[in-house]
């Protein structure tokens, strides 16, 4: 897969693929499309292009994806400001943990590739399966949730196609990379949780109490709402992120077979 995984040279190549990840990076972020209904919150995948980018050509084009997602990240707190936008005014909050996807993504991708392959494959199908399961029960709730009239029938057919989509990436995955693709998977993982822990863990540094009273909440109880926040949020964000980026680097490494 020529190219799929990261050179260490820098040229014109990796300049056009930072301008064209860090364009669709930033119109996930300032649209709609950037969130997508997993379960009963919204997922983000506006960090998705960051780790691509680190993966398929290394840390330092993670690192400028994920700069220009934190820039953009800067511009919409200041542009559309809500109530809780001050916090991203900070750029230790907007922008280092977008950075640091990148440089997470691409080391958590080189240190698993060493790893063997049935431990690979073994926690491969763990993933994969803890995946499933979670989609599947989110899909089953959701059906009462519709039955319920809380929910549209969008929501409810998205949610049974997401398990679907699971399946049959999973199932490409493993017959495509076979325990090569626990590598793309576990730096996707860690790539999201350090946008959402690096975020967050930033966010309660620095305005945890003021943060959580403009969300309502008990300023007393910071640390637990944050988490909370994180939990809710990270779990599906972490799901779609890997089957995203798993139909990705396919996609990459069937046309890169193809040349």
Request: no cysteine.
């Amino acid at each position: 897969m020529s190219n799929v995984y990261a050179k260490s040279s820098f040229n014109v190549r990796k300049m056009a693929i930072i301008g064209v990840l860090g364009a669709i990076s930033a119109v996930l972020g300032m649209t709609p499309i950037g969130f997508i209904p997993v379960g009963p919150t919204n997922a983000t995948i506006m960090h998705i292009p960051v780790i691509i980018g680190a993966i398929v050509e290394g840390p330092i084009v993670g690192m400028l994806v994920g700069l220009i997602f934190g820039i953009f990240s800067l511009i919409r707190a200041i542009t559309t400001p809500t109530i809780i936008s001050p916090v991203f005014y900070n750029p230790l909050v907007s922008i280092l943990p977008r950075v640091l996807i990148g440089l997470v993504s691409y080391y958590t991708f080189v240190a698993v590739r060493k790893m063997n392959k049935r431990a690979s494959m073994i926690i491969l199908v763990s993933i994969w399966t803890a995946i499933l399961a979670y989609l599947t029960f989110s899909f089953v709730k959701n059906i009462g949730v519709y039955s319920s009239g809380d929910i549209g029938l969008g929501n409810l057919v998205f949610s049974g196609a997401l398990v679907f989509i699971t399946i049959f990436i999973g199932w490409l995955s493993y017959k495509k990379l076979n325990h090569n693709a626990l590598d793309v998977m576990i730096g996707t993982i860690l790539g999201t949780l350090t946008n959402t822990v690096g975020v967050l863990g930033m966010i309660y540094l620095f305005y945890g109490r003021w943060y959580v009273e403009m969300m309502g909440g008990d300023p007393e109880l910071a640390g637990k709402i944050i988490l909370g926040v994180g939990i809710a949020n990270g779990i599906p964000e972490v799901i779609i992120a890997v089957v995203i980026v798993t139909s990705v680097i396919l996609g990459m490494r069937k046309q890169s077979k193809q040349k």
